[in-house]
């Protein structure tokens, strides 16, 4: 997978009340918010004391704070990848791994509307391995014109497709390995549907620019790639943070610790992060 480009930072929207459900998007947002983001840190150890940071603990405590009440467009795409599995489509791994190809050097949003027209344009709604294998690549290009590089995208759904079917019997395979085999995955989207849409939890950590840029500005790593951030990661993280931590930095980067100018004076972890108030503001 190519390197991601830095996306327009959005502000940070406020989780809906409860009365404001009103998708199964939302819905499940919420229910994912519970599950990720109230996890009892201090019952956790990390892989590798001398690894991890003296103060990952109240670091990731304050961020589940900060996230438990501030959604980010990471939750809206997350909550999609998990509600494929009941919503009744027929091979929800395969629409899964979609979404995220559709995904890299593109906002969350617009590749959730790249989804919806191809969902539009799909017998049903479903998005599966025949629909893709049998649609002309030209309809596949003008339903995800939206994204960027979207021949380049429509080309790898396409050709998943025919290698889904032909070769996995229409199941797409839940081993980081043989997803990698895929044109168009790399390790950050191979891992994004090993953990998410299969729910393995010691799967790789899915590390983005954002998530990259927040563990280096906490000083966890210093690393020049997301990859070597994510092995870095790996070397400490405990395995039951290894699905939310990706949603608590990669929110946290969306709202607040954006690439030019952050947002330190409303960041939740200012007072823990070295980085506070020195990066510089673009001229």
């Known amino acids: 997978m190519e390197e991601e480009e830095e996306e327009e930072e959005a502000s940070a929207p406020k989780m809906p009340k409860a009365a404001d459900k009103g998708s199964s998007v939302l819905s ?7 599950k990720n983001f109230s996890i ?15 103060n990952w603990k109240e670091i990731v405590s304050k961020l589940q704070e900060y996230r438990y009440e501030n959604a980010a467009t990471v939750d809206d795409f997350h909550a999609f990848l998990v509600g494929l ?4 489509v027929s091979t929800p791994h395969f629409t899964a791994l979609v979404a995220c190809i559709l995904s890299v050097q593109c906002r969350d949003e617009v590749a959730l509307r790249a989804m919806q027209t191809l969902k539009d344009r799909s017998p049903g709604g479903d998005v599966n391995v025949d629909f893709i294998y049998e649609a002309p690549l030209d309809d596949i ?6 994204c960027n590089f979207y021949k380049t995208k ?13 070769r996995y019997r229409s199941q797409v395979p839940s081993d980081a390995n043989s997803l990698k085999e895929l044109p168009g995955v ?3 989207i191979a891992y994004l549907v090993q953990s998410v849409s299969f729910g393995q939890q010691d799967s790789g950590i899915v590390v983005d620019t954002h998530a990259h840029r927040v563990a280096n500005r906490l000083k966890w790593c210093n690393t020049k790639h997301a990859e070597q951030t994510r092995k870095a990661l790996e070397g400490w993280v405990p395995v039951d943070l290894r699905i939310p931590l990706p ?7 969306q709202n607040i610790c954006v690439t030019r100018s952050p ?4 960041c939740p972890i200012s007072s823990l992060c070295p980085s506070a108030g020195k990066i510089s503001s673009p001229s």
């Open 186 to 188: 790399g390790p950050k």
């Open 28 to 34: 499940e947002r919420d229910r994912l918010r519970e």
């Open 247 to 253: 949603l608590l930095l990669i929110g946290l980067g």
């Open 85 to 88: 599995q009941s919503d009744g």
């Open 141 to 146: 290009e003008d339903c995800v014109r939206q």
């Open 154 to 166: 429509a080309k790898h759904i396409k050709e998943c497709g025919r290698l889904i079917k032909e």
């Open 40 to 54: 009892d840190v201090d019952s956790l150890e990390p892989l590798d004391d001398s690894a991890a940071p003296d």
């Open 263 to 266: 947002k330190c004076g409303e």
